[in-house]
């Protein structure tokens, strides 16, 4: 902890950081400079602003447009993506300042998800950490870089919340609960934008993907969404709302329909929510060709009335698509788009230049000393290793086969991720060069004794029939007095248009595990996947278990620290592990049924074939300490609205080894106007224990803590009893009760 602290300072003391400043503050000067330079803007001009093309450095979408060049000198684009380099993006900006009528400088976007060059774990495993400062570090440093090689945007945090883990998009975000997700939403806006977006050292950071992606159908990428305002509101918009309130500059449109319209088309949540009610003044991007997609949603006749529904709708700025290029000038003299609403998407958009200081300097980000000085150095590599292993749950320990043993002489690395330097960064990692990865076997060569000898086998692929590389695999573990076997996804696998059916480990690779595990030597299976897995045979069979998901450039060095016991693990799971695809949806914050679960009773809700409880609930993963949690207490029985509850419980490391132990609160509402889920997540804290030391932890409740959306779709709370819960996960606590009075 003190470690991490040190380079979270080190690193802040880049950005001139202090207290946050919010978007919405508008600089009177400001608004009158962009008056001025819209009273001498042609409507294609205005127009240009916003189109956001592709450049032809990176691919993150089925296309690449030609001539986007030409289209900048003509002042037709006013903002690119998929390009970065302090050189590339100068001269680029120096076409759109130098060679066009009005020299507006050009916004520079990218999608900087989980480190730039630097590449740390994938979001999903970054928010196992549950260390807000951890992940508020990751994007800092993500931010450095970024901006250093001439990038102002970034198109992240992934605020959406999933409890489907068929969806491969749940590695970019942060789980399954919506408090947890706000927080971590507030942590990576922080870290994005530091708090003066002048600063040359951070980017604009993106909401994403408003909203409530990640309930689409069947856990299938682009698929459909429908539920009850109730729930949009009481489950998926908060973290949105709270990267927003922490300042976020920019909003990203989804690629799904809610309530029967695409969310490019949505004027209720573009315009009605996010500008009239939370009081966004950003401005609002689509996703890739969003607004395109809106003709085979069936919603629009054509790409032309696309591009009029979404800029009516309140989308500022057209990623990739060309429907506003095409089609808004031919739209605003017939007559169906105003002005007016050309020239406030424009101001949205200018207002964030000015604010970047680009118009002060457009090639203020392009500074080749600065990119070299600040590219993959030793400290973001320290600070991304120290994040990895945070990032680390351990999921069982069966026979305390971890952390290996002092006289172990022999070590066997198998598995087909066990070298891998391409998955280890996983999906979405931006400019990350794979080959500066450390692997498995490299980080346990690197931090075993001389006197150990390290046998490698590849085993299988991670895909395919292929088993005639077992033979090999059983001969080295058999000599083995250790095994580390490597399973998992590739990094393909999880990600953008990565949805699995079947969340198994795919190939071969549950036969090579079930050899290798028969042998009876002590095993460690590493499990390298960017989404909760279906691994019940595994947790049945002897041994350990690492969830290590792609933890990114340092992912060796990390697991080997954890491995041999120079970091006690303290990651907790953020998504509920299913026991089957069955199961699926199962997450934590459910609602009983009229007729809950009794096992001796057949007429209640649960299957014929699985337990109705999950593999791994949410909030679990084990230490090399053990917690003990005892005498909950609040200080008074009744409460009324006005007052603050004081939750205090004690914990104690009952072990010899210090670690750090993620304490969670839930709470219960057990009678509401409308049904509460049987618990929430409203509290938590990571807290580092001495061998043997005891703390007293209090959490601090109020009445927004346990509000909720009425029946009349009030926000508020109501009077009646609750329940609190602490503990170490979601389903082993401690309770206690009180009534909240009117």
């Known amino acids: 902890m003190k470690k991490l602290s040190l380079l979270i300072m080190f690193i802040v003391g880049l950005s001139a950081y202090s207290e946050a400043r919010q978007v919405k503050d508008h600089d009177p000067l400001i608004e009158r400079k962009i008056d001025s330079l819209l009273s001498l803007m042609t409507l294609p001009e205005k127009i240009g602003q916003l189109v956001l093309f592709t450049s032809d450095i990176d691919v993150t979408g089925p296309t690449i447009r030609e001539g986007y060049k030409e289209d900048i000198q003509k002042g037709l684009v006013g903002a690119l993506f998929n390009a970065y380099g302090a050189e590339f993006t100068r001269d680029l900006q120096k076409v759109a300042v130098e060679e066009t009528r009005l020299g507006i400088p050009l916004l520079f976007g990218y999608d900087v998800i989980h480190g730039h060059r630097t590449i740390f774990p994938i979001s999903l495993g970054e928010a196992a950490s549950w ?11 993500a931010a450095i870089e970024a901006s250093a090689e001439g990038l102002h945007w970034t198109f992240a945090p992934m605020a959406d919340i999933s409890r489907d883990p068929r969806w491969g998009r749940v590695s970019e975000g942060a789980g399954e609960d919506t408090y947890l997700g706000s927080a971590i939403a507030r942590a990576r806006v922080k870290g994005f934008q530091g708090e003066d977006l002048k600063a040359t050292n951070t980017v604009l950071a993106t909401v994403k993907h408003f909203a409530a992606y990640g309930a689409s159908l069947a856990g299938r990428d682009y698929n459909t969404v429908d539920m009850s305002d109730r729930e949009l509101r009481q489950t998926y918009l908060p973290p949105y709302k709270a990267a927003l309130d922490a300042g976020a500059a920019t909003v990203m449109t989804s690629f799904n329909e809610l309530d029967g319209i695409p969310v490019s088309g949505s004027k209720y949540l573009m315009t009605d929510i996010l500008r009239n009610e939370w009081g966004f003044d950003g401005f609002v991007v689509t996703d890739y060709t969003s607004i395109n997609e809106m003709v085979p949603h069936g919603y629009s006749k054509d790409v032309k009335h696309a591009a009029e529904q979404a800029i009516n709708a309140g989308v500022d700025m057209d990623m990739q698509g060309a429907a506003y290029y095409d089609h808004l000038e031919a739209l605003v003299e017939e007559g169906k788009v105003s002005m ?101 076997l490299q980080g346990i060569e690197e931090r075993a004794e001389t006197s150990v000898a390290i046998l490698h086998a590849k085993g299988a692929e991670i895909e395919g029939s292929d088993s005639t590389g077992f033979e090999q695999a059983l001969q ?158 609040l200080d008074k029985e009744e409460y009324r609205m006005d007052e603050t509850i004081q939750v205090t419980v004690k914990v104690k490391n009952d072990s010899d080894v210090g670690g750090e132990e993620v304490i969670q609160l839930y709470v219960r509402d057990l009678v509401g106007s409308v049904t509460r889920p049987v618990k929430e997540l409203k509290g938590f804290q990571k807290v580092y224990f001495a061998a043997g030391e005891e703390k007293t932890i209090t959490f601090q409740l109020h009445k927004d803590h346990l509000a909720f959306y009425t029946a009349t779709m009030e926000f508020e709370a109501e009077p009646g009893d609750f329940e609190i819960y602490v503990g170490t996960n979601s389903s082993e606590h401690l309770s206690a009760s009180f009534t909240l009075l009117e």
Request: avoid cysteine.
């Open 340 to 440: 007016s609403t050309i020239d406030q998407a424009v101001r949205n958009i200018l207002r964030l230049k000015f604010k970047l200081g680009l118009f002060e300097d457009p090639y203020r980000y392009s500074d080749a000393e600065r990119e070299k000085a600040n590219v993959m150095t030793a400290a973001h590599r320290e600070a991304a290793r120290e994040v990895a292993k945070k990032s680390i749950v351990l999921l069982k320990n069966e026979d305390k086969v971890l952390p290996i043993k002092k006289d172990v002489k022999t070590i066997a690395v198998i598995g087909p991720l066990a070298d891998s330097q391409r998955d280890l960064i996983g999906s979405w990692s931006a400019a990350g060069d794979h080959t500066q990865a450390v692997t498995l």
């Open 476 to 633: 080295v573990a058999g000599e083995a007095d250790h095994v580390i076997l490597a399973l998992g996804e590739a990094y393909w696998m999880s990600g953008e248009a990565a949805s699995r059916s079947n969340l198994d480990l795919p190939g071969v690779q549950r036969q090579l595990a079930e050899r290798i595990l028969a042998l009876g030597k002590p095993t460690t299976t590493v499990l390298m996947n960017g989404r909760p897995l279906t691994i019940d045979w595994l947790d049945n069979l002897p041994g350990a278990i690492l969830e290590t998901w792609y933890l990114g450039t340092e992912a060796g060095n990390a697991i080997a620290e954890v491995i041999f016991g120079d970091y006690n693990p303290s990651g907790k799971l953020t998504m509920t592990f299913p026991r089957n695809v069955g199961q699926i949806p199962i997450f934590y914050a459910t609602k009983n049924t009229g007729r809950p679960f009794l096992e001796q009773e057949k007429y209640t809700s649960k299957y014929l074939d699985v337990p109705n409880t999950p593999l791994y609930p949410f909030g679990y993963g084990l230490s090399y300490s053990t917690f003990t949690y005892s005498d909950l207490a």
């Open 131 to 141: 260390d807000l400062e951890a992940i508020e570090l990751g994007a800092r440093i």
